[in-house]
């Protein structure tokens, strides 16, 4: 099974402010990476795949990038609704497997 | 605007059994590859299984293989999930989530609001 690990678990930052989440693949992937973003009581939502591609909806201050086996979410300036839980997920091969979360807190 | 409704989730003792079912529309069902995915409370998401657009290719993840069944009735734009020999550790939301393509599941978009299944006796 490929392991994904997410880095870091918690992130406290303030609105405004630049923040990168980090996935690492326990092999290569190619590009097969979603991100998802949950708030509490609710279903996940997927903001990027294929590792970089934009959702349709989604605001332009979410990025992604990498390929193989590193990859990162970006927030440009956050904002009060971004803070969630955050999940990576890869769909190179069964099963398919999500990193363990990186909950994004106020400061 | 694709719509997913799980129903089916409740209390089950250990060792019972269960069908979840997640009713899809506002999408062509059948050329859609459909999954579940729990969530147990407070932790993280784990992919339980997923299926074709046509049902003929099955997957499930080592935790529930040999217990859960993944089925589709495309008359009835309709997916299931047969759950018996519950346990404890089966305890969670079950999400069912769409596909963009058919044969092969793999990017969730949308997901479904999620039924609660708890497994206690």
């Known amino acids: 099974d490929i392991q994904m690990t997410q880095s870091p678990s918690t992130l406290s930052a303030s609105v405004g402010d630049r923040v990168t989440i980090t996935c690492r693949a326990s092999?290569?992937?190619?590009?097969?990476l979603a991100w998802y973003q949950q708030k509490p009581g609710k279903a996940p939502k997927v903001l990027i795949y294929?590792?970089?591609s934009l959702e349709s909806g989604v605001p332009s201050r979410f990025s992604g990038s990498g390929s193989g086996t590193e990859f990162t979410l970006t927030i440009s300036s956050l904002q009060p609704e971004d803070f969630a839980t955050y999940y990576c997920?890869?769909?190179?091969?069964?099963?398919?497997?999500f990193g363990r979360g990186t909950k994004l807190e106020i400061k | 605007e694709v719509q997913l409704l799980e129903s089916g989730g409740g209390l089950v003792q250990p060792g019972g059994s269960l069908r979840l079912s997640c009713a899809a529309s506002g999408f062509t069902f059948s050329s859609s590859a459909m999954s579940w995915v729990r969530q147990a409370p407070g932790k993280g998401l784990e992919w339980v299984s997923a299926i074709s657009g046509s049902g003929t290719s099955t997957y499930h993840a080592d935790s529930v293989k040999g217990r859960f069944t993944i089925s589709r009735d495309n008359s009835k734009n309709t997916l299931y999930l047969q759950m018996n020999s519950l346990r404890a550790e089966d305890s969670a939301v079950y999400y069912c989530?769409?596909?963009?393509?058919?044969?092969?599941?793999?990017?969730?978009?949308?997901w479904g609001q999620g039924t609660l299944l708890t497994v206690s006796s």
């Open positions: 092999q290569s992937i190619n590009s097969w």
């Open positions: 989530a769409k596909s963009p393509g058919g044969a092969v599941a793999g990017l969730f978009d949308p």
């Open positions: 294929k590792a970089s």
């Open positions: 997920q890869q769909y190179h091969s069964y099963p398919y497997t």
